[in-house]
């Protein structure tokens, strides 16, 4: 079994900037895939962004691509750094860990999820 622990949710102006942070523990995972979903009030739940632990790939959604930088680790955590944030970015957003090679932005694809931190930005 894998726990994910997001940190560093929060409230900022538009155009500012926030960093998530995700601590995986539990069994090995290391050649799985880690990354984040958002859900916005009404909407589903939306891919992020991935990055492939073993290789270091990573994918972005096309509304995050140039703003947002996944990274990584040598401890298991995984960061989101979110920059020129929108209004539109605000949502609930969770940390995933597993995935499939091809199917990386597939939500139906990822056995272990976190609670999710709420991440508000105003206009």
């Known amino acids: 079994q894998v726990q994910l622990l997001e940190s560093g949710g929060g409230l900022v102006q538009a155009g500012g900037s926030l960093k998530l942070s995700c601590a995986a523990s539990g069994r090995t995972f290391r050649n799985y895939a880690m990354g984040w979903f958002r859900q916005a009030p009404g909407k589903e739940r939306d891919f992020v962004a991935v990055?492939?632990?073993?290789?270091?790939?990573t994918y972005y959604a096309d509304s995050v691509k140039g703003r947002f930088t996944i990274s990584r680790d040598t401890k298991n955590t995984v960061y989101l750094q979110m920059n020129s944030l929108q209004f539109e970015d605000t949502a609930v957003y969770y940390c995933?860990?597993?995935?499939?090679?091809?199917?990386?932005?597939?939500?139906?694809?990822?056995?272990?999820w976190g609670l999710g931190t709420q991440v508000t930005v105003s206009s």
């Open positions: 990055i492939i632990w073993n290789a270091g790939t």
């Open positions: 995933v860990c597993g995935g499939r090679p091809g199917l990386w932005r597939s939500r139906n694809e990822y056995e272990h």
